[in-house]
């Protein structure tokens, strides 16, 4: 396994697609939907990256980088995305709220391996 560390991004300006949901109890396939989609995600234009974080309390944040609006929107008319957003506010999500951000300035830092 990798250590974790936040997604790579280019220079701004891109956009961040914010998704944060509570689950609901048990998995109902949803651990290898995400993993394929996951995927799916990765090999669209556009996309640039992931960040994702679940709490034990069944909170999630989930950050995907785009390009462009166009390239959000392509992911979020594609087919298998599509039927799994549907799935999703039936059977994984209690509650959900997605923001989509133009991201105009980002930095950030690594602390070497040896401190």
Do not use: C
């Not at 790579?8 to 939907?33: C, H, I, L």
């Not at 709490?55 to 799994?84: K, M, P, Q």
């Amino acid at each position: 396994m990798t250590d974790p560390a936040p997604a790579s991004m280019p220079a701004p300006p891109y956009y961040a697609v914010v998704f944060t949901a509570v689950r609901t109890a048990g998995d109902n396939g949803y651990a290898e939907t995400d993993e394929r989609l996951m995927k799916l995600a990765a090999d669209q234009p556009g996309f640039l990256g992931v960040d994702s974080a679940r709490g034990a309390n069944g909170l999630g944040i989930t950050v995907s980088y785009w390009r462009d609006e166009e390239s959000i929107a392509a992911w979020r008319e594609h087919a298998e995305h599509a039927l799994a957003r549907a799935y999703g506010r039936e059977h994984w999500y209690s509650s959900f709220s997605l923001h989509v951000a133009r991201v105009e300035r980002a930095y950030g830092s690594t602390r070497p391996a040896d401190q």
